[in-house]
């Protein structure tokens, strides 16, 4: 399709249906109109920066669902699908975030400047942003949907950035509480206190949140704990702000449905046995076998996500003059987590095999007929970031520098389920059976950059910079696994250093104030990814299965890199046309060329020998992408608006690759995962203290393999919300409201995340959520 073909149809689209683009950000984010019926914005668009730049005020972000996931937040806007098993889109496990094409270990993440690592479901270089912070204590987020700033603390920020910021004091004392009641035994309670003016500049708050709720389809539980505080001082010259947080939570996972043309058993869910002991002693035989007419598609015992999170920083701003600012920043994480499955003996039984190759496994295992294995992972990292601005007549010059140093651990390791004591998803195990392997990657990034905007008239800007990105990793395995423990090939994963450093990263744009409410932009950025530090699987040089492998990807391999333009324009109207009263948005047009993809494949058989037939990790090729995104808000008078996003992107692969002795036919092949088409549409009306929103998702049809031979179909999503503001309704009381949330307002089934499969004509999803209720009751102090 020709892009101003696409162009025109998707502005004609807009035109016949009410779109509305999110309008400019003329306002700050998070402002609040005074009046209660006058109509808000869904989203506002950032007007200082050259690329395209959403951001979600927190009102929106809690009207979605009280407690959502920010990341969850965000799929509301154009380029973005995020797809998750859970309401709140907490489970970690299940979860799939697609952007123009990239997916969510190829974006960037901060919190309020802080790095929260690639969201890699395996921890290894940060947390997730429901475990940073309380979701009511977001204040703004911020999506760069093509290219992030050039100071962005990430090493994955190929295809954008997900900026999160906190939520500052309040300026008068207070308290607000928050109860969420809902489907499958929800019970959530957030508390925040504000001290209000301390005097002398000084304010802060702590908040806490307990959530618990049953898993929608088996009996167990999910949710925890969760703590903030954050403490600003604000000076003459200078403002310093502490902020803490502490997560302590567990997730239940989902296990994934196998579809395969041999795989006959092929369920919407896969529910656990937990707490069900005694149906599962009598699910598998003897041996622990599992009954072989539900193929890959067994239930295992429970499994579960624990993460316990201390994340903190201190910031201090300091203005020299009119002219000069400069920002410092310390943070401090540490991790300690593990995912824990208990699965029938059969479902490991290579494993135990090795270490127990006489004895009865059943007796070794507990006697129950299952194994518990856990990935137990802890993180210590602390980072630096410090920058300067300084404006020197039509010139403002920014420079800085952020450093981080992570030393991560990850095991593999193996207890019983006893007959006796039998482990529940919700207990740390101790006294493992056996350590099946152990790494520990120790990994120091330094990323400088220097950028300068230019007022080259009073109504153009230009901008422009680079940064450089430098990796010093290395890689130990204090625990090797026993010959054949680990896979049919592996006899010792790799060890070693690998420093990967590029010293140009550049980024060019300009912006251009046509009108005082219209703004034309572009942009033209490069970004690089830099190797995962990991130990334990996924596309790791430290995951690779000997040293061969890994010395031959140390030699020959290359970081993915993205040459990333975009265009387009953003403006804000207020119109006088009957009804419409208002019209605003943004248009843009994205190329992208990705180079270097890096995918796990079998040698051939030159390689073979050499690498003793394990799997390589090797450099396949590069992707190609298109596309549009057309967002906009259309005001019908002071009580309703209509708020539509369409996205098209067209991500394909530009060759085949050789795994093993195959050639598998990719190129031409659209990227899985990731539709062509997207829209979503919010239907807003505000009548004095009552609100209500309809939203709607579609998602088009999604490739489940890399060769396009199977696909799920196209679907859409409803959700509803209503709000009613009581006011103060009893002495001591400042405010209240009560509100009501439908997910998945139809009841509809379909595939959420996709597991991507090869060209075997295999593949795996993940369930939707079905339809659920909630009721929030808030009241301020």
């Known amino acids: 399709m020709q892009i101003r073909h696409l162009l025109a149809s998707a502005a004609a689209l807009a035109l016949m249906t009410g779109l509305a683009l999110p309008a400019s950000a003329q306002q700050a984010p998070d402002a609040v109109a005074a009046d209660t019926d006058q109509m808000q914005e869904v989203i506002v668009t950032s007007s200082r920066r050259s690329a395209s730049e959403i951001e979600l005020p927190t009102r929106e972000i809690q009207a979605i669902m009280p407690g959502v996931n920010a990341v969850k937040a ?13 309401p709140w889109g907490n489970n970690e496990q299940n979860s799939s975030l697609y952007i123009h094409g990239f997916n969510a270990q190829q974006l960037g993440y901060t919190l309020d400047g802080v790095p929260l690592g690639d969201q890699s479901y ?33 090493t994955s920020n190929l295809g954008g950035t997900l900026a999160v910021f906190s939520d500052d004091p309040k300026a008068d004392a207070g308290a607000q509480v928050e109860q969420v009641f809902g489907s499958y035994d929800t019970f959530r309670t957030f508390a925040r206190i504000d001290t209000g003016d301390l005097g002398g500049g000084n304010s802060g708050y702590v908040s806490f949140v307990r959530q618990d709720s049953r898993a929608w389809d088996f009996n167990g539980q999910q949710g925890g704990y969760q703590v903030n505080g954050k403490f600003v001082h604000a000076g003459d010259k200078g ?10 939570k567990v997730e239940p996972n989902e296990d994934a449905t196998s579809i395969a043309a041999n795989q006959a058993y092929q369920p919407y869910t896969r529910p656990f046995l937990y707490p069900d002991l005694a149906k599962a002693l009598t699910y598998v035989d003897a041996k622990g076998n599992t009954p072989a007419a539900l193929g890959a598609n067994y239930s295992n015992y429970f499994s579960a996500a624990q993460r316990t999170d201390y994340l903190g920083y201190v910031s201090y701003d300091y203005q020299f003059s009119d002219d000069l600012v400069w920002h410092n920043q310390v943070y401090y994480h540490h991790d300690d987590g593990r995912g824990i499955v ?57 420079g800085g520098v952020w450093w981080e140093h992570n030393e991560t651990t990850t095991a593999r390791r193996w207890y019983q389920l006893s007959l006796t004591n039998p482990l529940t998803p919700y207990d740390v195990p101790d006294n493992a059976l056996f350590t099946q392997v152990e790494s520990k990657i120790t990994n120091d990034v330094i990323q400088p950059y220097l950028q300068d905007q230019w007022q080259v008239l009073p109504t153009v800007k230009l901008q422009a910079g680079f940064k450089a990105s430098l990796q010093f990793a290395d890689g130990k395995m204090p625990v090797q696994p026993l010959s054949g423990s680990y896979s049919g090939t592996t006899v010792n994963l790799p060890e070693g250093q690998i420093d990967t450093k590029e010293g140009f ?45 890994f010395d031959l990807f140390k030699k020959t391999g290359n970081p993915e890199t993205s040459w990333t333009y975009e265009a387009g324009w953003r403006g804000d109207h207020p119109v006088d046309l009957g009804f419409i009263t208002g019209i605003g948005g943004q248009i843009n047009y994205y190329h992208v060329d990705f180079s270097n993809r890096q995918l796990l494949i079998s040698p051939n058989a030159t390689l073979t020998s050499f690498v003793g037939g394990v799997g390589i990790l090797q450099n396949v090729g590069s992707v190609t992408t298109d596309g549009v995104d057309v967002a906009a808000t259309v005001h019908l008078g002071d009580h309703f608006s209509v708020y539509d996003a369409l996205s098209y992107n067209h991500s394909q692969y530009d060759q085949n690759y050789v795994s093993g002795a195959s050639t598998v036919q990719t190129a031409g092949k659209l990227i899985p995962g990731d539709p062509e088409w997207m829209n979503r549409f919010i239907v807003s009306t505000n009548y004095g203290a009552f609100g209500a929103k309809v939203s709607g998702e579609y998602y088009g049809k999604r490739y489940a ?8 179909p196209s679907y859409w999503q409803f959700n509803l919300e209503a709000s009613y503001d009581l006011g103060a309704i009893a002495p001591g009381v400042k405010s209240s409201s009560i509100a009501l949330n439908v997910t998945n307002l139809m009841d509809k089934q379909a595939a959420s995340t996709i597991t991507v499969g090869s060209a075997s004509g295999t593949y795996a999803i993940y369930p939707l959520a079905p339809r659920q209720f909630f009721v929030t009751l808030k009241a301020g102090f």
Do not use: C
Request: glycine share 12%; no cysteine; hydrophobic share 35%.
């Open 74 to 86: 965000i799929n509301m806007l154009p380029g973005v699908i995020f797809q998750n098993a859970d």
């Open 122 to 154: 395996g921890n290894y270089n940060g947390l997730s942003p429901q475990r940073a912070i309380i979701s009511e204590n977001i204040g703004r987020i911020s999506l760069a949907s093509g290219a992030g700033d050039l100071g962005t603390a990430s």
């Open 239 to 248: 403002t310093l702000k502490a902020f803490f947080d502490w997560s302590d």
């Open 342 to 398: 208990a699965l029938p003996i059969s479902g490991a039984a290579s494993v135990f095999k090795v270490y127990y190759p006489t004895q009865d496994l059943k007796t070794v295992l507990g006697n129950t007929g299952y194994g518990v294995r856990t990935t137990e992972y802890t993180i210590d990292r602390e980072g630096v970031r410090s920058n300067a601005t300084y404006t020197l007549g039509d010139h403002q010059i920014e």
């Open 505 to 549: 990263l550049p980024q060019v744009g300009a912006l251009w104030d046509i009108t005082g409410n219209d703004q034309l932009f572009f942009n033209i950025q490069k970004n690089l990814r830099q190797y995962i530090t990991y130990g334990l699987g996924g596309a790791s040089p430290w995951s690779l299965g000997n040293q061969a492998a």
């Open 705 to 712: 393999t890399y060769t396009n031979d199977l696909w799920v």
